[in-house]
């Protein structure tokens, strides 16, 4: 995303600069399209991308674990399944690990990074992006705010609410967590390393 959002940006500016010169324009006009292509590849493309790649990273941390989770328990003949454990998403999952199977996945390194992806998917999932009106909603994103000063920042969307704008490299970075958090934790479990091959 980081290297094709600026090509298509690249391409659509010479298709406007080739229409302005065709079709004769005042330089008003060219500036008012161009201010909408600003708009566009500035602002809401970026947006819109890194909320979908967030919203699809947190989908396979938890269908993952759960994966994880239920097949380590048939494993070890768990009469208890992950959905027999309280909470919801990843924290179910958690929790089956530690009572059930003594893995305590929340003591990993990555844990409070999963916790933000979490936080970061409802936001954008339950409001759109939006800081939120209650307390406690706002609390959370201007936590986030300042725990990725270069990441994340709280934008005017709409000029009366502030949404909140993430880097792509974000995304980038949650992902390496991820997969660093599943090699550690097959380790951890007693399965093979998933990186190796069988024959090694």
């Known amino acids: 995303m980081n290297d094709g959002i600026p090509a298509v940006e690249e391409k659509e500016r010479r298709y406007l600069e080739q229409l302005a010169e065709k079709s004769g324009w005042e330089y008003g006009e060219y500036a008012l399209e161009s201010g909408i292509l600003d708009e566009k590849f500035h602002t809401w493309i970026p947006t819109f991308a890194a909320y979908a790649a967030t919203i699809l990273l947190y989908s396979i941390v938890e269908v993952q674990l759960f994966a994880f989770a239920d097949q380590i328990g048939k494993r070890q003949g768990s009469r208890l399944g ?10 179910q999952s958690a929790i089956y690990l530690d009572r059930v199977l003594s893995i305590d996945v929340k ?6 990074r999963l916790n933000d992806l979490q936080s970061l998917r409802n936001i954008i ?17 201007d936590e986030l705010v300042r725990r990725y ?14 949404q909140i704008w993430m880097s792509m490299n974000l995304c980038r970075d ?18 093979p390393n998933r990186r190796l091959r069988p024959d090694r």
């Open 82 to 91: 992950v959905k027999d454990m309280a909470g919801r998403g990843v924290q």
């Open 107 to 112: 003591t990993d390194p990555a844990w409070s």
């Open 125 to 141: 999932v339950h409001r759109g992006g939006k800081r939120g009106e209650s307390d406690e909603q706002r609390k959370t994103v």
């Open 149 to 162: 000063p270069q990441s994340l920042e709280l934008r005017k969307a709409d000029g009366f609410h502030e």
């Open 174 to 191: 949650f992902a390496q967590n991820i997969d660093a958090f599943f090699d550690r934790i097959f380790v951890a479990s007693g399965l």
